[in-house]
T-cell receptor, first 115, second 112 residues
Framework: EPEVTQTPSHQVTQMGQEVILRCVPI?????FYWYRQILGQKVEFLVS????????KSEIFDDQFSVERPDGSNFTLKIRSTKLEDSAMYFC?????????????FGDGTRLSIL | KQEVTQIPAALSVPEGENLVLNCSFT??????LQWFRQDPGKGLTSLLL?????REQTSGRLNASLDKSSGRSTLYIAASQPGDSATYLC???????????FGTGTQLKVEL
């Protein structure tokens, strides 16, 4: 069964450094998402992306964050200057549509640790 | 603002029991509700999706119901097995870029 793949599985970065998290969505999916889960807390929506544009973003997704689909297969999340509070598990997801008919499929996540 | 709550936070049952997990949400204007399973240190596995026009969905031993007017959903697991041990999350899609709003989850342990 097709799946969403994320790399790396674990990223350790010094505070203030830039980090790029990578995702390969399911091949026929058109809608892409990033979520995060701080340890012990709820999964939180960050951003949705369709047709090379951001569809919606949360309050968390400030100017330090950006997303990109650099080619036909990858979807990336960049954090420009990481903070301690950015430490979390980051999940990429994709879906065929946004009309509520099909589920979002999630990757296994990237655990980001900021030192 | 949509709020999603799950009760109980944790549940321990002996193998073979039938059980019900509860999810409630504050805004009934939703497109769909999705149930997920999360194993420790892993991603989210989609279990069932119920569209707003549906009352229930079934997959194997799992049955999810939706009462949109009262803002509630339940996940029924029949004949539980140790392999069902995981955290179960419900998430509501209220449109607006298709974002999901998640509950805090129910941590289930099925004991031999």
């Amino acid at each position: 069964e097709p799946e969403v793949t994320q790399t790396p599985s674990h990223q350790v970065t010094q505070m203030g450094q830039e980090v790029i998290l990578r995702c390969v969505p399911i091949s026929n999916h058109l809608y892409f998402y990033w979520y995060r889960q701080i340890l012990g807390q709820k999964v939180e929506f960050l951003v949705s992306f369709y047709n090379n544009e951001i569809s919606e973003k949360s309050e968390i997704f400030d100017d330090q964050f950006s997303v990109e689909r650099p080619d036909g297969s990858n979807f990336t999340l960049k954090i420009r200057s990481t903070k301690l509070e950015d430490s979390a598990m980051y999940f990429c997801a994709s879906s065929v549509d946004t009309w509520g008919n099909q589920p979002q499929h999630f990757g296994d996540g990237t655990r980001l640790s900021i030192l | 603002k949509q709020e999603v709550t799950q009760i109980p936070a944790a549940l321990s049952v002996p193998e073979g029991e039938n059980l019900v997990l509860n999810c409630s949400f504050t805004d009934s204007a939703i497109y769909n509700l999705q149930w997920f399973r999360q194993d420790p240190g892993k991603g989210l596995t989609s279990l069932l999706l119920i569209q707003s026009s549906q009352r229930e969905q079934t997959s194997g031993r799992l049955n999810a119901s939706l009462d949109k007017s009262s803002g509630r959903s339940t996940l029924y697991i029949a004949a539980s097995q140790p392999g069902d041990s995981a955290t179960y999350l419900c998430a509501v899609n209220a449109g607006g870029g298709n974002k999901l709003t998640f509950g805090t989850g129910t941590q289930l342990k099925v004991e031999l």
